[in-house]
Structures are given as structure tokens and as C-alpha cells.
């Protein structure tokens, strides 16, 4: 069964920096697709960003931007220029492709900005 | 504004009560989940449905139901709520059962049972 492993409950990053969370995953699937989810206190599920494994390049959306190294099974995220409205949980989340597109979550990691 | 819409937001039940949990989505998705949401544990899948007309267990089913009622909504009960069903409940929709499709979730329900 896949797994989606998430080792810090808790990180904190200061306004403007870099920080980066951590993810791997267990498959034996070769085709897949990795996401990741911010959840901040209103509890609504944003999607952040997503990535295909057929894809080499790494995907980029604005400030975020993933590191995704396949035959490590390791989906990192890096928040650049961090901002006050980026703390909030975040979840990394695994899909296998090519059948039912069932998410499987993560236990999440925690991130609190400090101004 | 075009979404998942989850009802109630907050429910307080006593042991043994049941209770339906709603969703409705308005952007013609043909896939709908449940989740629940636990300290610790991240969210897990309880039930969803592929597509109108058919529903499937999820990661952890036992002591639910649903109903897929139409394409728009996906319903969850609770039949004989247990303190262990206290947790935070989201509804979700994807656009089809198969494709690389993120999901697009309510703002959930926070169930407790006392």
C-alpha cells in the first residue's frame, strides 16, 4: 500500500526567509502524481501545487516551488519570501495514476511565520 | 460562488444519535469523497463515489454510510455516533474518477460526540 510520510509535525520559518518541508512517499507505481495541500485556520483545503512523476522538471507556482526527486521518493516544498499568511498546516498528498484518483494524505506539518 | 458546500459547520451529538452530513457541488464534477480529519493523523478516506450512481469504501468505512443522491450531492450518515467519530469531516469533488485531478474541498464539518 502507499504511504506518504511527513517527519516534522512543526516548523517555523521568520518573515521573508526560506524554509522548506519535507515529504516522502512508498510506491511501487511508476506513474503517479504528488500534491500538496495548505490548510490554514479556517480549515479549508487549498491545493498548492502538483506534480506529475513522469515529469523531470520540478513545478513552480509563484513563491513555491517543489524538489521532487524520484528514485529518492522525496516531494519536498520550498516557500521562498515567506509571509505572515503562509502559516497554516500543510499536507502532502499521493494519487496513483491511471485508476481511481483516490488522495492519500500525509500527517501534515505545521508552519507558523514569525514576523 | 462555485464550490463544495458542506452542511452544518459545527454538530454536537450524543452517543448513539445519528445524523446526515451534506454536500452539494456545483461545478459538474463527477467524483465526490469524504474524509475525516484527526490530530496526528492527517485526513483519511471514508467513502467516496466515482461517479453518479456508484459508491465504494474507503480507508476507514466502518460506521458510516452515503448516498450519492445525484451528480450535485453526496450525503454521509452517521447511524449510531460513537465518541470515536469526534473529528472534522471534509467533503470533496474532482472532475472525473481518473486523471491527475486535485480535489477541491468544503470548509468541513466539526462533529463531536459526547
Known amino acids: 500500500a502507499q504511504t506518504v510520510t511527513q517527519s516534522q509535525p512543526e516548523m517555523s520559518v521568520q518573515e521573508a526567509e526560506t524554509v522548506t518541508l519535507s515529504c516522502t512517499y512508498d510506491?511501487?507505481?511508476?506513474?503517479?502524481?504528488l500534491f500538496w495541500y495548505k490548510q490554514p485556520p479556517s480549515r479549508q483545503m487549498i491545493l498548492v501545487i502538483r506534480?506529475?512523476?513522469?515529469?523531470?522538471q520540478n513545478a513552480t507556482e509563484n513563491r513555491f516551488s517543489v524538489n521532487f526527486q524520484k528514485a529518492a521518493k522525496s516531494f519536498s516544498l520550498k516557500i521562498s519570501d515567506s509571509q505572515l499568511g503562509d502559516a497554516a498546516m500543510y499536507f502532502c498528498?499521493?494519487?496513483?495514476?491511471?485508476?481511481?484518483?483516490?488522495?492519500?494524505f500525509g500527517t501534515g506539518t505545521l508552519l507558523a511565520v514569525q514576523p | 460562488n462555485a464550490g463544495v458546500t458542506q452542511t452544518p459547520k459545527f454538530q454536537v451529538l450524543k452517543t448513539g444519535q445519528s445524523m446526515t452530513l451534506q454536500c452539494a457541488q456545483d461545478m459538474n464534477h463527477n467524483s465526490m469523497y469524504w474524509y475525516r480529519q484527526d490530530p496526528g493523523m492527517g485526513l483519511r478516506l471514508i467513502y467516496y463515489?466515482?461517479?453518479?450512481?456508484?459508491?465504494d469504501k474507503g480507508e476507514v468505512p466502518n460506521g458510516y454510510n452515503v448516498s450519492r443522491l445525484n451528480k450535485r450531492e453526496f450525503s454521509l450518515r452517521l447511524e449510531s455516533a460513537a465518541p470515536s467519530q469526534t473529528s472534522v469531516y471534509f467533503c470533496a469533488s474532482a472532475p472525473n474518477w481518473r486523471g491527475p485531478y486535485g480535489y477541491t474541498f468544503g470548509s468541513g464539518t466539526r462533529l463531536t460526540v459526547v
Open positions: 463515489s466515482a461517479s453518479e450512481g456508484t459508491t
Open positions: 498528498a499521493y494519487m496513483r495514476g491511471g485508476a481511481t484518483n483516490k488522495l492519500i
Open positions: 506534480q506529475e512523476a513522469y515529469k523531470q
Open positions: 510506491t511501487s507505481e511508476s506513474d503517479y502524481y
